[in-house]
């Protein structure tokens, strides 16, 4: 009797350690979870506001792929963040200086902005999120002069979630020299293959 007792007493002993470690393994990929996911908001905050506050004017981008890659950055948030209204307002007038003069005169500000949420909502709508962007060498951009006007063009491939599926937009950039500045022309979706996504 004695024995089955302690036998038993050892049995809920074991069973109260088992949950004891079911319980802390639980806690601790529960952290884990948590914490990354903590980590991921506030390194789109940080992305958010880095962008709000970019100095164009004192830090302008150096190279035609630098000035592609600012760009993507702010399409990265535009359509793969939730903005409010202000957020939006900010960081179309920041994009906008990334733009050529001929760019710009087709495009008021204010036509720049509605435009731009109508393409996030539509976005949103089709279940199209941006996810990545990859740019190519310094070596594959092309430089050409036309009208005596220093040009580059390059092309950035660019990943999208669209629902359950990923989709790839390959965008292609014209830029232009002005003030020893390089600025975009104009972009684009260039070339579609199989299992691609195009997004307006």
Not at 56 to 74: A, Q, S
Not at 80 to 104: A, C, F, I, K, P
Not at 158 to 178: N, P, S
Request: with cysteine.
């Amino acid at each position: 009797m004695e024995k089955q007792k302690a036998k038993n007493g050892t049995g809920m002993k074991g069973i109260i350690i088992a949950i004891f470690m079911v319980a802390i393994v639980l806690f601790y990929f529960n952290y884990l979870s948590n914490n990354s996911s903590k980590k991921k908001t506030e390194r789109q905050l940080d992305e958010l506001q880095q962008l709000c506050e970019y100095d164009m004017l004192g830090n302008y981008p150096k190279t035609p792929r630098d000035v592609v890659k600012m760009h993507c950055r702010y399409l990265k948030v535009f359509y793969g963040q939730d903005l409010n209204d202000d957020e939006l307002y900010t960081l179309n007038q920041q994009v906008r200086n990334l733009y050529s003069s001929e760019l710009l005169s087709y495009n008021s500000e204010t036509d720049t902005l509605r435009n731009l949420k109508q393409n996030i909502e539509k976005m949103t709508d089709e279940g199209y999120v941006y996810k990545t962007y990859v740019l190519p060498e310094a070596s594959q951009i092309k430089f050409y002069t036309q009208n005596g006007v220093e040009m580059a063009t390059l092309e950035v491939e660019i990943t999208v979630d669209v629902k359950k599926d990923k989709g790839y937009i390959y965008a292609q950039y014209v830029l232009v020299k002005e003030n020893e500045q390089w600025k975009i022309l104009a972009w684009g979706d260039s070339r579609f293959g199989e299992g691609s996504a195009q997004v307006n």
